[in-house]
């Protein structure tokens, strides 16, 4: 069975960094572009950071820029979302989505995606 598992996330102080993974077990990575998404309570789930499947082309939401980090290690069949300076508004589950077309990572940050996993929360907070 093919899926990605979200795990990494966890409480925080502002300030402070996490590392998230998204784990792909029963397909290959390689040839998908990857996005993390995330939903704060009552809030829509909105597009953090995407990365292609080739050239590792990466698109960060401007909320995030400069703080984040997408990375993916196609040996270890994983992405990884490296999370500093992080605020109290960056609480929230995040998720990870593979998609094999995109027209662009900017696109499919924006994209609605119907299957999600379980995500992993992350609360940043004193």
């Known amino acids: 069975q093919s899926q990605l598992v979200e795990s990494g996330g966890g409480l925080v102080q502002p300030g402070g960094s996490l590392r998230l993974s998204c784990a792909a077990s029963g397909f290959t990575l390689d040839y998908y572009a990857i996005g993390w998404f995330r939903q704060a309570p009552g809030k829509e789930r909105e597009g953090v950071s995407c990365?292609?499947?080739?050239?590792?082309?990466?698109y960060y939401a401007d909320s995030v820029k400069g703080r984040f980090t997408i990375s993916r290690d196609n040996a270890k069949n994983t992405v990884y979302l490296q999370m500093n300076s992080l605020k109290p508004e960056d609480t929230a589950v995040y998720y990870c989505?593979?998609?094999?077309?995109?027209?662009?990572?900017?696109?499919?940050?924006?994209?609605?995606?119907?299957?999600w996993g379980q995500g992993t929360q992350v609360t940043v907070s004193s």
């Open positions: 989505v593979a998609d094999p077309i995109v027209a662009t990572v900017q696109f499919m940050c924006v994209t609605k995606y119907d299957n």
């Open positions: 990365i292609s499947s080739s050239d590792g082309t990466t």
